[in-house]
């Protein structure tokens, strides 16, 4: 292995290094800031070092992975989410675990496995990685042992996950008794070139790998997980499993499919499910009480929008899901990080009535949750509204007017759940009768203050990170 090879390979090392550093940490002393200490340098050490990789990019790393501006990208995407996590989850796990100094050293460990994810480019790379995201989570999920609902939510994340990859590693099989490869780009070739395939059996293996992934996505019809898991998981576990752990397979998969072809039933397929989990997911949304499993169903629907932008294939679906995907990280960090900030001792903050009056008694904190919802709703002035125009533009573009249409309603019904808890937060009610909020750790409201800057940025003047977008996709549309 050459020194190019190391220096592509930086961010998963230093990755690996914090983890392996935070053990260490944790077997000597017991101490939470040091152990939160040593995760938010190492993966600011991660971030730094995507610029030095970027130097010598594109490079493939062995077979199994390709280092290029598209997996920069998206690794710095999880770095700098884990690293929110990492610090909104410092004064909720103060408050809620007896050790939670092992909860930092999972949540590395799923980063990495996200990291290796986005620069996959075979099938042991994707495997591995998504095993090494995917364990940690069973015990993240499951991470506050004195509650019921997080050991529920663990079991139930577990069988789930571990059909999604029974699901994932026979349509691998499939592939590869079919053409005799698992990389990625000689599958496309091989598609492209050779007529000596066989239909049936690959429809079959394309069919069970997205069956697998969309379990991960949480896709309608393969969604029941999510609203029970979202739930119960811890509140920082929520907001990982929504945006890295989503983020990270949806990178994959646009990778996975960049060079195959876009017609056929396959794309037939991807259209009926994008349909269903935009409607599925916010007309449940509309039913919902449980702030926490209305941002389950809503996830649902996020995901099903991208997957409009997904079906423009090439350089518009590249360009358009990657500016939507990091829009979307910022939106549902905002949002959870509120739950987070507001949750006590001994339960989250996932009923309407601890944010009613919120405005009253936080008003920063209110008017951030305010903009993140709004935004997610697709408001003008917000990430959300130039994210949804542009997948609306890569739907017109390519065609796909009844999935345009879909979004646009949906969108539209949408409006009503997210305004109802904008409502709930500025309902003026006495003081005395409102629920106590706990004290805002200052790192905690950095990171809001910080998500609510880029949401606005992104929404106001998006030009410079348009830019960056178009250049990663000219790497791999």
């Known amino acids: 292995m050459q020194t190019a090879d190391f220096t592509a390979l930086l961010p998963f090392l230093l990755i690996a290094a914090a983890a392996i550093a935070a053990m260490l940490t944790i077997a000597v002393t017991r101490s ?25 990019a594109p490079r493939p790393v062995t077979p199994l992975l390709q280092i290029d501006r598209y997996a920069l990208f998206y690794i710095g995407l999880i770095i700098a989410a884990s690293a929110a996590v990492a610090a909104l989850a410092y004064g909720y796990l103060e408050r809620q675990a007896d050790r939670p100094e092992e909860f930092y050293l999972l949540l590395l460990i799923a980063t990495l496995g996200g990291a290796v994810l ?58 590869y008794a079919d053409l005799g490869t698992m990389s990625f780009q000689r599958i496309a070739f091989l598609l492209n070139e050779n007529p000596e395939v066989h239909p049936t059996l690959l429809a079959a293996g394309t069919a069970l790998i997205l069956t697998g992934v969309g379990f991960k996505l949480s896709l309608v019809p393969f969604h029941l997980w999510t609203p029970d898991v979202y739930e119960g998981a811890p509140a920082p576990v929520t907001a990982f499993i929504a945006t890295v752990s989503k983020g990270a397979v949806f990178a994959l998969l646009l990778r996975f499919s960049a060079d195959l072809p876009a017609a056929g039933p396959i794309a037939v397929g991807i259209s009926l499910i994008a349909a269903a989990s935009m ?17 389950a169903y809503s996830s649902i629907a996020q995901i099903g929008y991208l997957l409009v932008a997904f079906l423009a294939s090439g350089r518009m679906a590249v360009e358009t899901v990657s500016f939507y995907l990091a829009a979307y990280f910022v939106m549902t960090l905002g949002a959870f990080g509120v739950v987070i900030l507001l949750s006590e001792a001994g339960r989250d903050a996932d009923g309407l009535d601890d944010y009613r009056g919120l405005f009253w008694r936080r008003p920063l904190l209110a008017g951030i949750f305010t903009a993140m919802l709004l935004s997610l709703a697709g408001l003008p ?30 969108s539209g019904i949408s409006l009503f759940y997210y305004l109802r808890l904008v409502i709930v937060l500025y309902t003026k009610m006495e003081l005395t009768t409102a629920r106590p909020t706990p004290p805002l750790s200052p790192l905690g409201s950095g990171v809001m203050i910080l998500l609510a800057g880029l949401l606005i940025w992104l929404g106001v003047y998006p030009t410079p990170f348009i830019r960056i977008v178009q250049a990663l996709s000219a790497g791999l549309g």
């Open 32 to 56: 939470h800031r040091l152990t939160l200490a040593w995760t938010l340098i190492g993966l600011a050490a991660a971030f730094v070092s995507l610029f030095f990789s970027l130097r010598v």
């Open 381 to 410: 002035l917000t990430a959300g509204f130039v994210g949804k125009f542009y997948i609306v533009a890569a739907g017109t573009a390519s065609a796909r007017w009844i999935l345009v249409l879909i979004l646009a309603v949906t």
């Open 118 to 175: 986005a620069a996959s480019s075979h099938f042991a790379s994707l495997f591995l990685g998504l095993e090494t995201l995917s364990i940690p989570l069973f015990a993240l999920n499951a991470y506050l042992q004195n509650r019921k609902r997080p050991l529920e939510a663990g079991i139930k994340y577990l069988v789930l996950a571990t059909a999604s990859s029974a699901f994932l590693l026979f349509g691998m099989a499939l592939i």
């Open 279 to 295: 409607i599925v997911g916010n007309l449940l949304a509309l039913l919902q009480q449980n702030v926490k499993r209305m941002l």
